[in-house]
């Protein structure tokens, strides 16, 4: 018995990328329609409870056509092709969501003044990429219902128009913000953005669309690849048709801590270098990525067990897609009995044939090429999960079956498109100071400072990620999302902070300071540092994980006891262990200037039970030593 499923080949276009330096200029033109099935158009706003354009051009180009009504004009050449909008977006947050969902009248003015939008510019339907509802799940789930209610009873002279989502495929975002099989039953297809599981937010290199994952990772590691996600989905209830698996065009790149430790899990110290098109660091488009493998003559690396491929140059190392991995994506989608690909986005492919030497649009043709075959065979039709204390079944090779044990709240990791200040722990203000104390799954403010907001889960009073709204938005705790009104008064003073461990079993970070500071230093590099003035000092370690319990706080010295001033200024200090160890400490016990302008980085294997860097020196013996 076989079932016919129609192959979704779903690509976003963005209305920025026309703007980028020339020869990568991105136009609706440029799109080859038989290439997809449906093309999403990214992003529209909300404004005052209807859609709005985002920029003047989606409407109007010197008072000529504008990108809406220019993408209109492929589907003359392919007249099967379904052209969406898309709404929100990561730069909207939840902007515009919040209020829209403040109750069922709000909902369904939105939902009628949607409609309306819709077709004036003719579109075929709506895409809601809300990132993300959060603790406003229910809220999210009766949005959908309406949507589809009026989508549905609407009378037009054409076709119902279609409702699509686009959700995360992080475990903890998809828990604090999707009720899986409901909303699943209201729109036509789910969009799973399965990437960015890994970035220049992370201590340490990882491809970020990895479709399986590797033999020795953490319990929580396990959890950042494609495989785990979709199963996880399908677990929750979304069915196999419905389920669309992103793909994503584009590399995430970082700077290596040390060059010749090049290789995938190698410690990491930001972000590589921003593309000469994209212009955005830690991010290469793939026709970039094709750039720099001929001007550099470059062999990139596959990792087989991954299935993704690698590519080192310089201190740079950047993880991606190429043909090979897009095959294999491809070919999972059908052995999954998947709904389709989606892709983000067309305009990273390499359209124009001029970087890559492989024709034009070299991935999605061969994405179109392995998902023509349109049958989907009786051993891999859906199964209903009877109970949820059962592994995910399915027939593709699964690296880690979904089951209660991975699930626990101890491997929840959050995973988002914001900046993501990584910590497996971090600290509070006062361990007394309920204003960061967790209760419940929830969002609190950080200390940090008001663009800041930490993530709370059920049974942890500690925060499991702070998370970092978009550029010129802040945390509202009331309305619980990031909004455009700052608050009053802002908590960027840290007052006596406390070594608080967090969720992670795995390890531990924490920060530390000796009285009030003002001024936080840079939160995306690993250090630890030490003010210029005598009497502050500074201990600061956001990105530098140690194995630490109650008992061990004290491996970690207080300057303020043990050195003089500036012992060391402008200094990284980074030490990585695991949870197997007993002691990881940094003794710093100096005189002036000791580690000035110097990195040290130790780096600890679980076999190791004792590991220290003990600098007891003269004056500037390490000075601007790596």
């Known amino acids: 018995m076989t079932i016919a499923v129609i192959r979704k080949s779903k690509s976003y276009f963005t209305n920025w990328a026309q703007s980028r330096p020339s020869g990568a200029e991105f136009y609706p033109e440029d799109i080859h329609p038989e290439l997809c099935t449906h093309i999403i158009y990214a992003f529209a706003k909300i404004e005052n409870y209807t859609i709005a354009p985002t920029e003047a051009i989606d409407i109007e180009i010197d008072d000529g056509f504008g990108l809406y009504e220019r993408i209109m004009v492929l589907r003359i050449i392919n007249p099967a092709l379904k052209i969406l909008l898309a709404v929100g977006g990561w730069a909207q947050g939840s902007a515009g969501f919040d209020t829209v969902v403040e109750n069922d009248g709000t909902m369904k003015t939105f939902a009628k003044n949607s409609i309306n939008f819709l077709r004036k510019w003719e579109f075929d339907g709506l895409d809601v990429d809300w990132e993300f509802p959060v603790v406003k799940k229910k809220q999210f789930t009766r949005l959908l219902e309406i949507l589809r209610t009026e989508f549905d009873n609407e009378t037009p002279k054409n076709k119902t128009l279609e409702l699509s989502i686009a959700v995360s495929g992080g475990q903890a975002t998809i828990d604090t913000s999707y009720e899986v099989d409901k909303i699943s039953r209201y729109v036509d297809f789910v969009n799973l953005m399965a990437y960015d599981f890994h970035g220049s937010w992370s201590i340490k290199t990882g491809f970020h669309s990895a479709l399986y994952s590797k033999s020795g990772d953490l319990s929580w590691e396990n959890t950042l690849n494609v495989d785990w996600s979709v199963n996880y989905w399908l677990k929750k209830g979304c069915p196999r048709e419905k389920l669309i698996l992103g793909i994503a065009f584009y590399g995430r790149g970082f700077k290596l801590a040390n060059s010749q430790s090049n290789k995938v899990g190698s410690p990491s110290r930001g972000s590589s270098r921003a593309g000469k098109f994209t212009q955005e660091a830690g991010f290469l488009s793939f026709y970039e990525i094709c750039q720099i493998k001929k001007e550099k003559n470059l062999a990139e690396e596959f990792d087989n067990e991954l299935g ?3 590519l080192t140059f310089d201190n740079q190392w950047i993880g991606y897609e190429n043909q090979e991995s897009v095959i294999l994506k491809a070919s999972y ?25 492989e024709g034009t649009y070299p991935l999605m043709t061969i994405l179109n090429e ?16 009877a109970s949820s204390t059962e592994p995910v079944t399915t027939v593709a090779p699964v690296r880690m079956p979904v089951t209660e044990e991975t699930l626990t709240s101890e491997t929840i990791q959050f995973e988002t498109t914001t900046q993501f200040v990584e910590t497996e722990a971090s600290t509070q203000k006062s361990v007394t100071n309920d204003s960061n104390k967790c209760n419940g799954t929830t969002l609190i403010p950080s200390f940090i400072g008001c663009e800041f907001y930490q993530v709370c889960l059920k049974g942890f009073e500690n925060p499991a990620a702070i998370l970092k709204c978009p550029a010129n938005l ?29 969720i992670s079993p795995d390890t531990s970070v924490f920060a530390y300071t000796t009285q009030s500071v003002t001024e936080l230093p840079n939160t995306t590099e690993h250090y630890i540092t030490q003010d210029n003035d005598d009497t502050t000092q500074i201990l600061f370690a956001t990105h530098a994980p140690f194995l630490s319990t109650d008992k061990q706080q004290n491996d970690i010295k207080n300057p303020a006891n043990n050195t003089t001033a500036n ?28 580690l000035a302008n110097t990195t040290v980085m130790a780096y600890v294997t679980s076999e190791q039970k004792s590991t220290s860097i003990d600098q007891e020196n003269e004056d500037n013996t390490l000075a601007n030593t790596t």
């Open 308 to 310: 993704v491929p690698g």
């Open 567 to 594: 012992t060391l200024a402008n200094t990284t200090v980074m030490a990585y262990a695991t949870s197997e160890q007993k002691s990881t400490s940094i003794d710093q016990e100096n005189e002036d200037n000791t």
């Open 474 to 502: 802040w945390f509202d705790k009331i309305q619980q999302t990031c909004t455009k009104n700052k608050p009053a008064t802002c908590e960027t003073e840290i007052e006596s902070a406390t070594l608080i461990p967090m």
């Open 333 to 357: 989608i059908k052995d999954m009995c998947l709904g389709g690909a989606m892709v983000w986005t067309i305009d990273f492919d390499d359209f124009k044939g001029t970087f890559c030497d």
């Open 370 to 385: 392995v998902l023509k075959d349109s049958e989907c065979y009786e051993s891999i039709i859906k199964q209903e999960i």
